[in-house]
C-alpha cells in the first residue's frame, strides 16, 4: 500500500488506511444521521449489537448478570449471535461467528504443522480460540451453558485448541467484551464468550404463546471454504405439562481450510491445502422439569467428538533426497472427545431476603490425543504420541431480592459462591530410534486446578439511573498430583502454587430520553497460571536448549474502563463504544533469557512475569432501517471497531492486535425472501504496527523480517427463500470478487522471505448453502 493512502489521526494512535474506507465512513455517518433526524417515536426493541442481525423482540441474555436481563439495561458492550443469524450466515464454526464482529477474530491457520523434527505446531488447534481487543488464547474464558471450555496448550508441534464444542446445538452466542472475572473468576481477563445450548421450549411454543406437544427442525448444509456437509435434526417433546425433553444431534464430514495458493506439489513448497478429511459428531439431551411457575429443573448431557485426518505433504523434502534423515512423507491424526452431565435448577422464592436461588452442578471429561508418524529416507520411521485431558467438577449456587426503597428507588442484590476442580493430565509418548535422549514423559505433571470464589453484585434503579457495583474474591490451587512420568525424567520435581485475587466493578447507565442511554464500566480481570506454564521443563543432551519452570508466577491482572451511547429509534439502533485498558504481570510463554544455542552454552528460555500493556479502541455497531420500498424492507447494518496496544515498558506496539475492520451490508426482504450484500474492509497490517520488523529469532544478522498484510475489501452475496412457512432455503456466494487476502491472526510470525506465503491466504470465491425444516 502507498504510504500516501495512510493517515495518522493525531493523538490517539488510530489509523485510518484508505481511501474507500474513508468512503464508507461517511457514508454510514450520513445515513446515521439522516435516520435519526426523520426518527418520530421509540421502537419496542434495543439497539443491535450484531453487523449483520435482524433486530430481535427484547434480547434476553444471562452472561452481564448470570440471570435473565434485557441488554439494554447492562452498562456494557455484548454481541449475541442466535440461531436465526448463524442459520442465515451460513455458521459453521468460531471463526465464521466472528467474521463481521469488530475486534474479535478467531485464529485458523492451515494445518502445516510437523511430526517430528524442528517444532512447528502451525493450524494443529484448528480454531485456535477468541481474539477479543488484543487479547488472545486463555485469556479469553470460553463457557458452554457456563461450563468452563478446556484450555488450550502449546508445546513444540503439539497443539490443544479451544474448539471442543459443535455450533449446531447452539441457541444464542453470548460476547462480552472486556474483562468479566467479577462474576466468571479466572481467565476473564479480555472478555468472554458463553454459547447457551437448545431447549425444549425452542421447539414447543409457536406464535401467541401455542403450545405444541412435539416439534423440531432439521437442516442439511454445505459450506464451501472447507467442503463440509452438515446434517443436524432436533427433537423436542412433551411428556406432561410439567416435563419437557429436547435430543439434538449433527454429523459433519469436512477437508482442510480453502486457500489462494497454486502450489500443488508434495514437499516443503507446497502452498495449497495438504490433504485432509475431517469428521465430527455431536449430541445434546435434556430433560426439563417445571412443576409450577416457582421453579425450574433442567438436566443437560452433551457429548462433541471431532477427529482429523492429515496427510502432510508439505513436510516432504525437495528430491533428490541427501540426507538419511530426510522427511520423505509424514501423517497425523487428532481426536477430541468432551463429555458433559449439568443439572441446574431456579426457585422462586419471594421472602423477605431471597426472591430466587439459582444453583448448578456440572461434571465434564474433555480428552484429545495427537498421533503422528514421519517417514525418513533411510534411517527408521519416528513415532509420536501426545495426550491431553481435563475432567472437571463445578458447583455455583447464587440467590437475588430485589428490595424497594422510598422515593422510587430500588436494588437487586445478588451474590453467590463457585467452586470449580479440574484433573489435568498429559503424556508424551512414542518411537524415535537411533535418539538415546528420547524417552516418554510428561511436559507437566499430573496437577489438580481447584478454585473457590465468593461474589456479589448490585444493581440500584434510582429514576433514569441503574448503577451496578461488584466485587469477587478467587482463591486457586494449583497442587501437584504426581511426580510420576515428570521427574525424573526432569532433574527437579515440579512445585504447587495457590494465590488470589480480588475483582472489583463498577457500571453506570443513564437514561438521557427514552431512545438514548449512555454508560459507563470500570471492570477488573485476571488469570491464575496454568500447569505448564509454572512447571513445564525441557532439558536435553542433544539439544541445546534448555526450559525453566517457574513456580513463582503471577496472575495476569486488567483494569478496564469503557463509555458508550446507545440509541434505540425506530430507523436507527447504535452502539457506540470506547474503552482502554491496563493488562499487568502479562505472562510471556518461553521467553529467551540468554545463551547462544550451541553445545556448551545453550539457549535458556523461561515463562515469566514481565509485560505491561494498555489497549485502547473504539467501536461503533448498529443498523439502519429505511422502511419499506416496493413492498419490502431495506436495511443497513454496519459495525466499524479500532484497537490500538503498546508495552508500557518499550512502547513498542503490541503484535497481537488485529487491523481495524468495517462492515456494511444492505439488506432487502419480502415475507417470501430476502437478500444482502456485506462488504468487508480490514486494514493493513504495517512494519509501523509491530514491536520490531524482524522476526526475533535469530537475534543475530543475518535477521528476517516479518510478515505483513494488505489492505483488503470482500464482498458477500446471500439470500433466504422461504419455500414455505417452516421451509428455508439460503445461499451464498463468499468473497465474491475472488479477492486474494490473508488475516493478521494466521500469519503472526511468520517470516516475509517464506515461499510459502500463499499458503496462508483465505479461501477465494466459494458457495455455501443449506436448507432447514421446522415442524
Not at 161 to 173: E, M, N, P, T, W
Not at 258 to 274: E, F, H, I, L
Not at 432 to 442: E, H, I, L, Q, T
Request: glycine share 8%; aromatic share 8%.
Amino acid at each position: 500500500m502507498k504510504k500516501s493512502d495512510a493517515t495518522r489521526l493525531s493523538g490517539n494512535g488510530f489509523r485510518i488506511k484508505t481511501h474507500t474506507l474513508r468512503l464508507l465512513l461517511a457514508g454510514l455517518f450520513s445515513t446515521g444521521l439522516t435516520a435519526y433526524v426523520q426518527a418520530q417515536t421509540a421502537p419496542q426493541v434495543p439497539a443491535t449489537l450484531l453487523a449483520n442481525a435482524t433486530v430481535p423482540v427484547q434480547i434476553v441474555v444471562i452472561s452481564g448478570a448470570r440471570y435473565e436481563q434485557f441488554v439494554e439495561d447492562l452498562p456494557l458492550s455484548m454481541d449475541i449471535i442466535g440461531w436465526q443469524e448463524m442459520e442465515s450466515g451460513h455458521v459453521a464454526d468460531i471463526h465464521d461467528l466472528v467474521k463481521n464482529l469488530p475486534n474479535i477474530s478467531v485464529k485458523r491457520a492451515p494445518a502445516r504443522f510437523t511430526v517430528t523434527g524442528v517444532g512447528n505446531a502451525t493450524g494443529r488447534d484448528t480454531n485456535a480460540g477468541f481474539n477479543i481487543r488484543g487479547q488472545d488464547g486463555n485469556r479469553v474464558l470460553m463457557l458452554v451453558d457456563g461450563v468452563r471450555l478446556p484450555r488450550s496448550y502449546i508445546n513444540g508441534s503439539n497443539a490443544f485448541g479451544r474448539d471442543s464444542l459443535s455450533l449446531d446445538l447452539i441457541r444464542q452466542v453470548e460476547i462480552v467484551r472486556g474483562p468479566a472475572s467479577v462474576l466468571y473468576g479466572s481467565d476473564g481477563l479480555a472478555g468472554l464468550v458463553n454459547f447457551i445450548t437448545l431447549e425444549p421450549a425452542d421447539f414447543l411454543q409457536r406464535r401467541g404463546d401455542q403450545q405444541k406437544d412435539v416439534g423440531g427442525k432439521v437442516s442439511l448444509s454445505y459450506n464451501g471454504d472447507d467442503h463440509s456437509r452438515t446434517l443436524s435434526a432436533s427433537l423436542a417433546g412433551r411428556i406432561n405439562p410439567a416435563l419437557t425433553w429436547l435430543v439434538s444431534a449433527a454429523v459433519n464430514h469436512a477437508g482442510g481450510m480453502q486457500n489462494m495458493g497454486s502450489k500443488d506439489v508434495a514437499n516443503v513448497d507446497r502452498t495449497t491445502p495438504n490433504p485432509q478429511k475431517n469428521e465430527g459428531q455431536s449430541v445434546l439431551v435434556k430433560l426439563v422439569y417445571q412443576p409450577t411457575a416457582d421453579q425450574k429443573h433442567t438436566v443437560s448431557a452433551e457429548h462433541v467428538n471431532k477427529d482429523a485426518d492429515y496427510e502432510l505433504l508439505s513436510s516432504r523434502a525437495k528430491l533428490p533426497l541427501t540426507t538419511a534423515s530426510a522427511v520423505t512423507g509424514e501423517n497425523a491424526t487428532s481426536n477430541m472427545t468432551r463429555d458433559r452431565l449439568s443439572v441446574q435448577s431456579r426457585y422462586t422464592l419471594n421472602s423477605a431476603y431471597v426472591d430466587h436461588v439459582q444453583t448448578a452442578l456440572s461434571f465434564q471429561d474433555a480428552s484429545s490425543r495427537e498421533f503422528g508418524v514421519t517417514h525418513r529416507n533411510t534411517l527408521a520411521d519416528r513415532v509420536r504420541d501426545v495426550s491431553y485431558s481435563e475432567r472437571s467438577a463445578q458447583f455455583h449456587i447464587q440467590t437475588d431480592k430485589l428490595f424497594r426503597m422510598a422515593a422510587g428507588w430500588s436494588q437487586r442484590l445478588s451474590y453467590g459462591l463457585d467452586y470449580s476442580r479440574a484433573d489435568i493430565k498429559n503424556m508424551f509418548d512414542g518411537v524415535d530410534p537411533g535418539n538415546a535422549d528420547f524417552v516418554p514423559r510428561k511436559y507437566f505433571p499430573d496437577t489438580r486446578d481447584s478454585s473457590r470464589a465468593v461474589f456479589v453484585q448490585d444493581e440500584i434503579f434510582a429514576g433514569k439511573w441503574i448503577i451496578t457495583p461488584g466485587v469477587r474474591f478467587d482463591h486457586f490451587d494449583l497442587d501437584v498430583i504426581s511426580q510420576a512420568g515428570f521427574a525424573p525424567p526432569a532433574k527437579t520435581p515440579a512445585k504447587s502454587l495457590s494465590g488470589s485475587a480480588v475483582s472489583p466493578k463498577l457500571g453506570f447507565l443513564y437514561r438521557l430520553t427514552p431512545e438514548w442511554s449512555a454508560f459507563a464500566n470500570y471492570a477488573s480481570g485476571f488469570r491464575a497460571p496454568n500447569a505448564q506454564q509454572i512447571n513445564g521443563v525441557f532439558d536435553s543432551a542433544t539439544i541445546p536448549a534448555v526450559l525453566l519452570s517457574n513456580p513463582d508466577l503471577k496472575p495476569e491482572k486488567s483494569h478496564n474502563i469503557e463509555i458508550g451511547l446507545r440509541a434505540m429509534l425506530d430507523r436507527l439502533s447504535l452502539d457506540i463504544a470506547v474503552f482502554r485498558g491496563k493488562y499487568d504481570n502479562l505472562i510471556v510463554d518461553k521467553k529467551p533469557l540468554g545463551g547462544k544455542g550451541v553445545i556448551g552454552d545453550p539457549a535458556i528460555f523461561q515463562t515469566v512475569n514481565v509485560d505491561k500493556a494498555t489497549i485502547s479502541g473504539f467501536e461503533i455497531k448498529g443498523q439502519v432501517q429505511w422502511g419499506e420500498i416496493a413492498g419490502g424492507k431495506l436495511a443497513m447494518p454496519f459495525a466499524y471497531g479500532v484497537t490500538h496496544g503498546s508495552d508500557d515498558t518499550t512502547g513498542l506496539p503490541l503484535n497481537a492486535i488485529d487491523p481495524a475492520k468495517i462492515s456494511i451490508g444492505v439488506s432487502y426482504g419480502k415475507p417470501a425472501w430476502e437478500v444482502r450484500l456485506q462488504a468487508l474492509h480490514q486494514d493493513a497490517k504495517m512494519a509501523a504496527d509491530l514491536d520490531s520488523p524482524y522476526l526475533p529469532k535469530p537475534a543475530t544478522p543475518p535477521r528476517v523480517a516479518q510478515l505483513t498484510i494488505p489492505s483488503a475489501m470482500t464482498l458477500d452475496l446471500s439470500g433466504q427463500l422461504r419455500l414455505q412457512k417452516n421451509l428455508r432455503l439460503n445461499a451464498a456466494v463468499r468473497n465474491l470478487t475472488n479477492k486474494k487476502y490473508w488475516n493478521w491472526s494466521d500469519v503472526q510470525g511468520v517470516a516475509a522471505n517464506s515461499a510459502v506465503i500463499d499458503a496462508y491466504t483465505q479461501p477465494g470465491r466459494h458457495y455455501d448453502m443449506s436448507v432447514s425444516y421446522d415442524f
